[in-house]
C-alpha cells in the first residue's frame, strides 16, 4: 500500500528515486521498496498494456562472494 500511494495520482519525475521512469527504473524502485517486505518475492512485472510494452525485475545479480 505504501508504494502504491507514493505512485498514486503523482507525475512519476516527481517521485524520489524516479526521476527518469522508465518501466525498468519503475520495476527496480518497486523491488528495492517490497524486497525486505514480501517473503519468497522472486520478480516485479509491470506492463503498459496500451503500447504492449511491459518490463520484468528479478532483483540484483547475486554477488559472487555470497555463492562462494
Known amino acids: ?3 502504491q ?3 498514486d495520482h503523482r507525475l512519476l519525475n516527481e517521485v524520489e ?7 525498468e527504473r519503475i520495476a527496480i524502485w ?8 514480501v517473503p519468497g518475492l522472486a520478480e516485479i512485472e ?6 504492449g510494452e ?3 525485475y528479478n532483483g540484483p545479480a547475486p554477488s559472487r562472494l ?3
Open 1 to 3: 500500500a505504501e508504494a
Open 5 to 7: 500511494d507514493a505512485l
Open 17 to 23: 528515486g524516479l526521476e527518469a521512469p522508465t518501466l
Open 30 to 37: 518497486l523491488w528495492n521498496r517490497l524486497q525486505n517486505r
Open 46 to 51: 509491470i506492463a503498459r498494456d496500451s503500447c
Open 54 to 56: 511491459g518490463a520484468i
Open 66 to 68: 555470497a555463492a562462494e
